[in-house]
Nanobody
Framework: QVRLVQSGGGLVQPGGSLRLSCVASGFTFRNSVMSWYRQAPGKERELVAR????????NYADSVKGRFSISENNAGNTLYLDMRSLKAEDTAVYYC???????WGQGTQVTVSS
């Protein structure tokens, strides 16, 4: 059974940092393109960051370049999104996704506010 279980969201002040985690099971993590998306209230879901099959290639939305970083653990079953210099406009529900399986995590709220 394919599962993507997210954790790590919450409330943070502007300029702060958070790490999101996405634990995968039921499929071969490193054979999938893995991504993070977000959806703010009243807006469409947008791609934030994507990691290739090999894990050595990644790309980012322009709005998060230089502030966010996508990575995975050595075991190849946990995807991370490290977010720093957070801004109010980063407030959204964040989702991890296994692209090849078109399978989503449950989502986690990130709120950036003073």
């Amino acid at each position: 059974q394919v599962r993507l279980v997210q954790s790590g969201g919450g409330l943070v002040q502007p300029g702060g940092s958070l790490r999101l985690s996405c634990v995968a099971s039921g499929f071969t993590f490193r054979n999938s393109v893995m991504s993070w998306y977000r959806q703010a209230p009243g807006k469409e879901r947008e791609l934030v960051a994507r990691m290739s099959h090999t894990g050595v290639s990644s790309n980012y939305a322009d709005s998060v370049k230089g502030r966010f970083s996508i990575s995975e653990n050595n075991a190849g079953n946990t995807l991370y999104l490290d977010m720093r210099s957070l801004k109010a406009e980063d407030t959204a529900v964040y989702y991890c996704k296994a692209e090849d399986l078109i399978f989503w995590g449950q989502g986690t709220q990130v709120t950036v506010s003073s």
